[in-house]
């Protein structure tokens, strides 16, 4: 039987890409899924196709907002009985802007969701993992934190960010809660190819197929390819790895 199997997993951003593919394997592997993100409507269909021995249960949240997030996990807590095994945090927003036009709602918006939405998405999790006796975190981050893009500087920041607060909380929450973040380069997802696009529009030949092309392996990623580290970050295999940052990249970012 699977380590998964008949456990309690929150994971953000389940209607799409990384969030999505880390729910599926997770309903495959028999756990029953939290899935909160902030579109119903996407979210809803996401669940739909879902197929195999664990559940996925649908969670609309905003993830930037504490009154929103508490309600999630206090709608997960009712269920379970107030316990929780992992927390798989992939939900984010990036967009492109040019650097000297940027104002401070565009700065806002992005540390609100990628910064704070990782604080509050931590915060919430912990008591019901150490009343399981236990539990794992793990953050999605990006290569962007390490080798920042021209036109991202709000992202790139935030997502330094998220490593900085990972390792804050795995000092903090340590011994009973791991947390861990993941660096994915390019990934083959809905808010990679909206970035390309809105950069396309500010600067001309933006190519982000050339961009990944650098990678060792010369593609992006698949978001199962993430996922499935994600996982591994999940599981007992990882029982010594804490306050880690792992890159998931295809070889762009090797440190």
């Given at each position: 039987m699977s380590y998964f199997a008949g456990k309690d997993f929150v994971v953000t951003g389940a209607g799409r890409g990384i969030g999505l593919a880390t729910a599926e394997m997770l309903v495959v592997e028999g756990g029953r899924v939290w899935c909160f993100d902030l579109a119903e409507d996407r979210l809803r269909e996401a669940i739909a196709d879902m197929d195999g021995p664990g559940t996925a249960l649908p969670v609309?949240?905003?993830?930037?907002?504490?009154?929103?997030?508490?309600?999630?996990?206090?709608?997960?807590?009712?269920?379970?009985?107030?316990?929780?095994?992992?927390?798989?945090?992939?939900a984010a927003i990036g967009r492109a802007h040019l650097f000297e036009e940027m104002t401070w709602e565009d700065w806002e918006v992005e540390l609100k969701v990628n910064v704070y939405g990782t604080y509050l998405m931590t915060k919430y999790a912990a008591p019901l993992m150490?009343?399981?006796?236990?539990?794992?975190?793990?953050?999605?981050?990006?290569?962007?934190?390490?080798?920042?893009?021209?036109y991202s500087a709000p992202y790139n920041s935030s997502k330094a960010?998220?490593?900085s607060l990972t390792r804050s909380s795995a000092k903090a929450l340590a011994p009973d809660i791991a947390v861990n973040s993941i660096c994915p380069g390019h990934v083959d997802t809905?808010?990679?190819?909206?970035?390309?696009?809105?950069?396309?529009?500010?600067?001309?030949?933006?190519?982000?197929?050339?961009?990944?092309?650098?990678?060792?392996l010369g593609r992006p990623a698949r978001p199962e390819e993430i996922a499935s580290a994600v996982l591994f970050l999940l599981s007992p295999a990882a029982v010594f790895i804490n306050g880690e940052d792992l890159n998931v990249n295809g070889g762009i970012v090797m440190y």
């Open positions: 609309v949240t905003d993830i930037s907002d504490e009154g929103s997030v508490a309600g999630g996990y206090r709608q997960v807590a009712e269920a379970t009985g107030g316990v929780l095994a992992g927390l798989a945090h992939c150490r009343a399981a006796g236990g539990g794992r975190i793990v953050n999605i981050a990006s290569n962007a934190a390490k080798v920042p893009g021209p960010a998220v490593i809905p808010m990679r190819s909206g970035f390309g696009v809105e950069a396309g529009r500010l600067v001309e030949g933006v190519d982000l197929d050339a961009a990944a092309a650098t990678a060792q």
